[in-house]
T-cell receptor, first 113, second 114 residues
Framework: QKEVEQDPGPLSVPEGAIVSLNCTYS??????FMWYRQYSRKGPELLMY????GNKEDGRFTAQVDKSSKYISLFIRDSQPSDSATYLC?????????????FGKGTHLIIQP | NAGVMQNPRHLVRRRGQEARLRCSPM?????VYWYRQLPEEGLKFMVY????????ESGMPKERFSAEFPKEGPSILRIQQVVRGDSAAYFC????????????FGQGTRLTVV
């Protein structure tokens, strides 16, 4: 079983829809959870960062972490064509920078105008 | 405040040559991380450095790969005697603290080995 599982998609939705992106993980030591957006041929861009369980909202984006289920989500409201990109979940355990971030493979999202 | 700068953006090398990838972190960031993204694969951690120190190189291949972050100048990822399997996008990230929680990525160097 991979440490982080993420459906690669593609996920295609109409403009204005609510998008739900998810990751599951197996390592219970993970405490920090991040979502990155990556446009084609570009570097990942940090969207959201959450510590432990709970919700965090930033504009049209909401991140949720359910540590009991080892499940994290990113919701995008009022989706726009410019949101079309690959979304990567990433996580790490406490204790500093050792081992780096563990990434999912990314979900390719397409917002249809 | 400029972001993480990587150069070159594209690098073509013949098998057996050396590849040098450079990364300048964001101003005020002293922690640098290198990741590799193979086609159809996720980002994989390679190495974590602070100025003049390698903190964690658990993701680095044991041979041909090395990294440094000197007191002055950019961080360098060096690949000796490149092979076709080294073709990938190499990303550098930097953060103000060594927790990865606010790591900002550069645009990457796309290495093609022919």
């Amino acid at each position: 079983q991979k440490e982080v599982e993420q459906d690669p998609g593609p996920l295609s939705v109409p403009e204005g829809a609510i998008v739900s992106l998810n990751c599951t993980y197996s390592n219970s030591a993970f405490q920090y959870f991040m979502w990155y957006r990556q446009y084609s041929r570009k570097g990942p861009e940090l969207l959201m960062y959450t510590y432990s369980s709970g919700n965090k909202e930033d504009g049209r984006f909401t991140a949720q972490v359910d540590k009991s289920s080892k499940y994290i989500s990113l919701f995008i409201r009022d989706s726009q064509p410019s949101d079309s990109a690959t979304y990567l979940c990433a996580m790490s355990a406490p204790g500093g920078g050792a081992d780096g971030l563990t990434f999912g493979k990314g979900t390719h999202l397409i917002i249809q105008p | 405040n400029a972001g993480v700068m990587q150069n070159p953006r594209h690098l073509v090398r013949r098998r057996g040559q050396e590849a040098r990838l450079r990364c300048s972190p964001m101003k005020g960031h002293s922690h640098v991380y290198w990741y590799r993204q193979l086609p159809e694969e996720g980002l994989k951690f390679m190495v974590y450095l602070q100025k003049e120190n390698i903190i964690d190189e658990s993701g680095m291949p044991k041979e041909r790969f090395s990294a440094e972050f000197p007191k002055e100048g950019p961080s360098i990822l060096r690949i000796q005697q490149v092979v076709r399997g080294d073709s990938a996008a190499y990303f550098c990230a930097s953060s103000p603290l060594g927790t990865h929680t606010e790591a900002f990525f550069g645009q990457g160097t796309r290495l093609t080995v022919v």
